[in-house]
């Protein structure tokens, strides 16, 4: 299981994964296809998240995977064989959201499609928390890992970056992301910082709001 005394290069990026599945299946098991303004809004979320998600898989395969293969041959087989199936269902909600607006059959059948791809996910980035990083942490060093996500965070798109801080900062712990915000405030510029914590503030709760102003203040 998780040791919080290593670094964990799973657990943000898939809480905030977690709460944008979430939001979208809720968002798509209430979806009016009659009214073009909500479908068109509920289009471009959705997606918004599969592009998110197939960007996730590339980065996950191309750097992770490939390290934990490196030292430790075959652990990742059964993921990889999850991130394959990952275009053959994506393709399916895709076709289900081109034929949506005007169509409730459609709409419900995106919502059923999407429940399981949901739950597919769940249980896939269960899997990479716990055995992928048992493997990580018996193979690499906290230095090594932190270097591995540094690649990740090099490779981002700038929509990418946006849709990422969008869902993890709002989703994590209030020490997650006080340690999330202290580390983009030293490496990043001013307005850029300034930016994502007004994009963020609107997303919190009060309390965090207020573990949030504690934090900055510190």
């Keep these: 299981m998780p040791t919080l ?15 944008f599945m979430a939001h979208a299946l809720v968002r798509a098991g209430r979806l009016d296809p009659f ?10 979320e ?22 934990l293969e ?12 999850d991130h394959e199936r990952y275009d053959a269902e994506i393709a399916q909600l895709r076709e289900l959201l081109r034929r949506v607006p005007g169509d409730a059959q459609a709409a419900h059948a995106l ?5 399981t791809f949901v739950a597919h996910n769940l249980a ?10 048992e493997a990580l942490w018996a193979t690499h060093t906290d230095a090594e890992i932190h ?3 540094g690649r990740i965070l090099a490779s981002l798109t700038p929509e990418q970056s946006r849709i ?19 580390h983009m405030r030293a490496g990043a510029p001013a307005e850029v910082f300034d930016g994502v914590v007004d994009m963020l503030r609107p997303l919190l709760g009060s309390r965090d709001r207020l573990k949030l102003d504690m934090a900055l203040a510190a």
Excluded at 46 to 62: I, N, Q, R, T, Y
Aim: charged letters at 20%.
């Design 5 to 19: 005394s290593r670094f964990d290069i799973y657990a943000p990026i898939h809480k905030g994964l977690r709460a």
């Design 35 to 44: 009214d073009p303004a909500e479908t068109a809004e509920v289009t471009r």
């Design 46 to 67: 959705l997606a918004e998240l599969l592009d998110f998600c197939l960007g996730h898989a590339e980065h996950e395969d191309s750097v992770v995977h490939a390290a």
């Design 70 to 81: 490196a030292r430790s041959p075959g652990v990742t087989l059964a993921i990889a064989a």
């Design 111 to 115: 919502y059923l499609a999407l429940s």
């Design 124 to 133: 896939h980035m269960h899997e990479e928390e716990t055995r992928h990083n």
């Design 147 to 149: 270097a591995l996500h």
């Design 164 to 182: 990422g801080l969008r869902w993890m900062l709002p989703h994590v712990s209030a020490g997650e992301r006080a340690g999330m915000l202290a």
